[in-house]
């Protein structure tokens, strides 16, 4: 079966611009979880989304926010762009209950100029 | 809050040979998961192995295992006759189990770059 896919896989934007990245989960799985990849923070976590439902939240500015669709498709935007918000943006699904494998995306590479 | 630490940044191992990595955590939970990713330069991250903390049995896949140590917060991942294709970036992370159900998120270290040399 197919699994997650990121769109786009890069993109370049400037500084101020707003950004949205998209998600597809693996077919079933009903939570998508959004992660921040840099060298020097590591992988850090966004937020969750289960059934359109924002269920957790990670330390991020309002800036970063996120929804997810009936289909458990699931977008992330970033407004007014920071130099540090470059990065490597990571999507992962999972079935949701008690299920506790998530599978991850390649990745959105995001480069804010 | 739950921290996760690699204290090995990069690590090197000659193909066929066996090599360890380490991770030690820090939690006031007694039930958790703890979990070795994978990173290849492709960026993918890679479910390698998963442990249970409420199972004392130490977890194997294949060639990977690891040695799960509850009382010291310890997790190590153990890859045995090393292959080139296992050269990737090695994050070890912890979860919370949720009782009710539900994912949680997962609390990453900062990696272990390691690389299998011919």
């Known amino acids: 079966k197919a699994g997650v896919t990121q769109t786009p896989r890069y993109l370049i934007k400037t500084r101020g611009q707003q950004v949205t990245l998209s998600c597809s989960p693996i077919?079933?799985?009903?939570?998508v979880s959004w992660y921040q990849q840099t060298p020097g923070q590591g992988l850090q976590f966004l937020f969750e989304?289960?059934?359109?439902?924002?269920?957790n939240k990670g330390n991020f500015p309002g800036r970063f926010s996120g929804r997810q669709f009936s289909n458990s498709r699931s977008e992330m935007n970033v407004s007014t762009l920071e130099l540090g918000d470059s990065a490597l943006y990571l999507c992962?699904?999972?079935?949701?209950?008690?299920?506790?494998?998530?599978?991850f995306g390649q990745g959105t590479r995001l480069t804010v100029v | 809050a739950q921290t996760v630490t690699q204290s090995q940044p990069e690590m090197s191992v000659q193909e066929a040979e066996t090599v360890t990595l380490s991770c030690t955590y820090d939690t006031s939970e007694n039930n958790y998961y703890l979990f070795w990713y994978k990173q290849p330069p492709s960026r993918q991250m890679i479910l390698v192995i998963r442990?249970?903390?409420?199972?004392?049995q130490n977890a194997t896949e294949n060639r990977f295992s690891v040695n799960f140590q509850k009382a010291a917060k310890s997790f190590s991942l153990k890859i045995s006759d090393s292959q080139l294709g296992d050269t990737a970036m090695y994050f070890c992370?912890?979860?919370?189990?949720?009782?009710?159900?539900?994912?949680?998120?997962?609390?990453f270290g900062k990696g272990t770059k390691l690389t299998v040399n011919p």
């Open positions: 992370a912890f979860m919370k189990h949720l009782f009710q159900g539900g994912s949680e998120k997962l609390v």
């Open positions: 992962a699904s999972s079935f949701g209950g008690r299920s506790t494998e998530a599978f």
């Open positions: 077919s079933g799985h009903r939570s």
């Open positions: 989304y289960f059934s359109e439902t924002q269920r």
């Open positions: 442990q249970e903390a409420y199972k004392q």
